[in-house]
DNA sequence: ACATATTTGTTGCTTTTGCAACAAAAAACA
DNA sequence: TGTTTTTTGTTGCAAAAGCAACAAATATGT
């Protein structure tokens, strides 16, 4: 996530906000939602991990998308015209504010501070979701799982502001996310190691070109 | 598009907004404009066709994203991280409004009832262009070029509201969009028919099962 | 600390995809 | 209308990716 914008410098001033808005705790595993028809629902995750999910017919796995902290999401920003399980699930511990997305625009009942704050970012919250889906859309449209990888440690490696970082990720993971096989990715992975483009250390990679 | 939100309606309101908008017409095969350092460039199709496309070191060319009426792009929604040149071509003579995203949320000087209009819509717009993205990359997930086949034209047919339906492209530029090999496409497309999951004339394709 | 479950790393084999090349059909253009 | 360019349809072959299976290393839970 790359917004300036953090939830829990706000959060305190959450309490009893208005009636429409929902807290919500998950632990690890736990289904947060499943976009099934579009209620509108609109959802920040205020600390913790998650994933947007899809199990296809072929018992393949998807990770369509992978949220942190400020990070929103939501059936409001979908519409629902596949027939695959979509589900986002907590990959920790998660805290979830939901809101139904038209009520955000609306004041508050208690004129609460928080709701106020809320409804100032939420442009720049979904400019940040807009950017990181078409990184998303620019990393996906990538022709062979190396430009993948390559592609997705370039984000991390400017993330990070350094040439070695770390993958957020189980490597498992890695290859839902990328929609690639994992073994064949893991081969991938050995071969730019053997062709001196990374360094891998587990989960710990460096880039050695450019 | 699926915005009720349609910009000819209100564009006769559009005179001589203030000085911060620039209307530019565009041929065919022209560039609209290229992606290169984030100048918060927000811009609106008015009228025609165009496509966001990206041409990388090997030559492969994809279609990041295809734009039509009332649809919004430009670098305000990108952060370029990536050393691929990212352009946005006319697919037919293409009329665009140029604002600086910014601009748009403080009051037009001339206080216009177009610039009125189009703020008043933006979140609407914005909305239905996280909704498309989500689609694209629902698309690009699927692993196979039968599954990229199949979801996009269940998209198609949905649209249509018919079995039946048109391609909207070319069948070359079908495979930059599903990020596939042409010839590999169109044999998965021979399969497809003699299989009789569908039914192929031209561009006109009709679903079979279901 | 131990037993159990998950992830990582690896490989042989199969299937799918990509590449190159070319003819036929269709579209654009002059 | 005739010529040129682009798109479509097809194929043989090469390369890449997917599948299945298993051992070793880690992580998890009690």
Redesign the interface.
């Known amino acids: 996530m790359?917004t300036s914008f953090n939830i829990n410098e706000f959060i305190y001033d959450f309490k009893n906000c208005c009636n429409k808005v929902q807290k919500k705790s998950f632990n690890k595993d736990e289904t947060i939602t499943s976009y099934i028809r579009n209620r509108n629902q609109f959802c920040i995750l205020i600390s913790g991990n998650a994933d947007l999910v899809?199990y296809?017919l072929?018992g393949?796995r998807?990770i369509?998308?992978h949220f942190s902290e400020s990070d929103i999401f939501g059936e409001?920003?979908?519409?629902i015209?596949?027939n695959n399980e979509l589900l986002v699930e907590a990959k920790s511990k998660c805290e979830v504010l939901i809101y139904n997305y038209y009520d955000i625009?609306t004041k508050c009942t208690k004129n609460c501070k928080f709701h106020q704050t809320l409804s100032e970012y939420l442009?720049e919250l979904?400019?940040n979701?807009?950017?990181d889906?078409?990184?998303?859309?620019?990393l996906?449209?990538?022709?062979t799982t190396r430009?993948k990888l390559l592609?997705y440690f370039?984000?991390l490696s400017?993330k990070a502001l350094n040439k070695t970082f770390k993958i957020p990720f189980s490597l498992t993971d890695l290859a839902d996310y990328l929609?690639v096989d994992r073994s064949a990715m893991m081969r991938e992975l050995k071969l730019l190691k053997d062709e001196n483009f990374i360094n891998k250390n587990g989960k710990e990679i460096t880039l050695l070109y450019k």
Chains 1, 2 share one sequence.
């Open positions: 790359t899809r296809d072929n393949n998807t369509i998308e409001v920003f979908y519409s015209t596949t625009h442009p979904i400019l979701k807009i950017t889906l078409n990184m998303r859309v620019e996906l449209t990538k022709r430009d592609g370039n984000l400017t929609s």
